[in-house]
């Protein structure tokens, strides 16, 4: 099977783009962590495929596939990437393009050329959207491991977060602590682990694991969440700079009900036809 594919990133967080509005694709898990593999493939953190929406008043629907196989409900930065690729390529001329997403529609607004604004929904809390397995909501939970006791905070942006606060973050062993709190039971659906430094009350340093793709340069949904998390526990204030390792990007939550928005690039890389060996 030959595929037409584009290769994007938002600030190192890396995807193959495949446009099954202009191609037939049929893709099981074996085909996507084919075109996931950084070496027998092209190599990605995410698959995103477009797709027509049903939905009245949206433009797009994607989908998106963690480098594993497993297909996810929320992408912050693959959100980005969609709406530079349908803009810049003259398939979408509106500057304000709706999304739908298996979490919901989300709304891309080009602000120039190489940068995107999303609004990524309101954050929720309780235990069953995250979800957590837990009997009651609170602000805060307790992971004890054999490393030792981990507090973090958990949210959800469409997917699932958890958010552990730490020291300089440059020095968090990440592949050790991070699979072994994505495999505890308290996590049914899996999560994504991110670590937070504050450095001040409108910057944080931040590092995630992410679920079925491992530690990425950038999480733009762990981003929001670690936001939203400082938020609500009086650390920062409701515009943040979340430095990853990746890049920059700029975080806006007023609390409540309200909407988180996620400022950031979105670059092409390369485009191509790959055959997958089926
Ligand atoms: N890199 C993404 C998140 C992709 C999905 C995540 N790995 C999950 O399984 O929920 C982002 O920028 O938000």
New binding site residues.
């Given amino acids: 099977m030959k595929l037409e594919f584009t290769k994007m990133q938002?600030i190192g967080?890396d995807f193959v783009v495949l446009d099954g509005r202009r191609q037939s694709l049929q893709l099981d898990s074996d085909c996507l962590q084919q075109i996931a593999d950084r070496r027998f493939g092209v190599g990605c953190?995410?698959i995103l495929v477009l797709e027509k929406s049903n939905l009245p008043d949206v433009d797009v629907r994607y989908r998106?596939f963690?480098a594993d196989g497993?297909e996810?409900?929320?992408?912050?930065?693959?959100?980005r990437c969609i709406a530079r690729y349908l803009h810049s390529n003259g398939l979408e001329h509106k500057t304000e393009i709706v999304a739908e997403t298996a979490a919901g529609p989300i709304t891309l607004y080009i602000e120039l050329d190489d940068l995107v604004r999303v609004n990524m929904g309101v954050p929720r809390f309780a235990p069953a959207d995250i979800p957590l397995a837990v009997a009651e909501q609170a602000d805060s939970y307790n992971l004890s491991l054999e490393q030792g006791e981990f507090p973090f905070r958990a949210v959800s942006?469409g997917?699932?977060?958890a958010v552990l606060e730490s020291g300089d973050v440059d020095t968090v062993p990440i592949s050790v602590i991070a699979p072994m709190i994505q495999a505890h039971p308290l996590f049914p659906a899996?999560i994504?682990v991110g670590f937070m430094q504050i450095e001040d009350r409108e910057h944080i340093r931040l590092r995630?694991y992410?679920?079925?793709?491992g530690e990425?340069l950038?999480?733009?949904?762990?981003?929001?969440a670690a936001v939203v998390c400082g938020i609500s526990a009086g650390l920062l204030d409701d515009c943040v700079n979340v430095d990853l390792p990746g890049g920059r990007l700029q975080i806006q939550w007023a609390g409540d009900d309200n909407p988180v928005w996620m400022t950031g690039p979105a670059e092409f890389v390369f485009q191509g036809t790959l055959e997958l060996q089926t």
């Avoid at 996810?72 to 959100?79: F, I, K, R, S």
């Avoid at 992410?210 to 793709?213: I, L, S």
């Fill in positions: 938002g967080n953190d995410q998106i963690n497993s996810v409900e929320q992408c912050g930065n693959g959100a942006m997917n699932p977060h899996g994504n995630v992410e679920r079925g793709a990425t950038a999480c733009g949904s762990g981003a929001c």
